[in-house]
């Protein structure tokens, strides 16, 4: 259970172009989506935080208009990256997150992460 | 500020022998502490969390992690190191920002386990 997919795994386009990343939880309903970029050898950075049907919440120094992202359903989220440049490139992973109650009665938000996608920006 | 720190660029090992890969943190309040996997080109992969309870936390494939907090550490252990265990290892650490539970990730380490 829990399964987060994204698609596509791998993707190149040309500079100047726009691109539709996907994330999907496969099998819950996800209260909140997470999307992050890792750069090559490099942690993952948290880009935006999205609830479905609400504006995304984006951290200092990601470009809002550059990186559009669309929390459609509880199921899915996008994430497009608009006139790509070659310093967009970069690994992207999404992650999904759902309440599970803990033994205790505690409340807690599991992140589930996708297996990301490789952008090529040419 | 919520920071975490993974001191260890890359650690090498013998398989066979013990490992240890480190992280410090610091967060305000009770800490909720993580342990990725990564392998090449894949997504994370869950290993163990701390969120309350023992501090010797129990997780995938043989991995423990022990929460100190004394010394705001979480190392990652494991008794005797497979070959298979190569990969690049995030720690990270939950805090509440503007109403979302956030993760902030350590830089990685990277362990080389040798034959």
């Known amino acids: 259970g829990a399964v987060v997919s994204q698609h596509p795994s791998r993707v190149i386009c040309k500079s100047g172009t726009s691109v539709k990343i996907e994330c999907r939880s496969l099998d819950f309903q996800a209260t909140t989506m997470f999307w992050y970029r890792q750069f090559p050898k490099k942690s993952l950075m948290l880009m935006a935080t999205s609830n479905e049907g609400s504006k995304a919440t984006y951290e200092q120094g990601v470009e809002k208009d550059k990186f559009l992202i669309n929390h459609a359903s509880l199921t899915l989220s996008t994430l497009t990256v608009t006139s790509a440049h070659p310093e967009d490139s970069s690994f992207y992973i999404c992650?999904?997150?759902?309440?599970?109650?803990?033994?205790?009665?505690?409340?807690?938000?599991?992140?589930?992460f996708g297996p990301g996608t490789r952008l090529t920006v040419t | 500020a919520q920071s975490v720190a993974q001191p260890e660029d890359q650690v090498n090992v013998a398989e066979g022998n013990p490992l240890t890969v480190k992280c410090t943190y610091s967060?305000?309040?009770?800490?909720?502490l993580f342990w990725y996997v990564q392998y090449p080109n894949r997504g994370l992969q869950f290993l163990l969390k701390?969120?309350?309870?023992?501090?010797l936390v129990k997780g995938s494939y043989g991995f423990e992690a022990e929460f100190n907090k004394s010394q705001t550490s979480f190392h990652l252990k494991k008794p005797s190191a497979l070959v298979s265990d190569s990969a690049l290892y995030f720690c990270?650490?939950?805090?509440?920002?503007?109403?979302?539970?956030?993760?902030?990730f350590g830089a990685g380490t990277r362990l080389a386990v040798h034959p």
């Open positions: 990270a650490v939950r805090f509440n920002s503007g109403g979302y539970n956030k993760l902030i």
């Open positions: 967060v305000s309040g009770n800490p909720y």
């Open positions: 701390y969120i309350t309870g023992d501090n």
């Open positions: 992650s999904a997150s759902m309440p599970k109650i803990l033994a205790g009665g505690i409340t807690f938000h599991e992140q589930y």
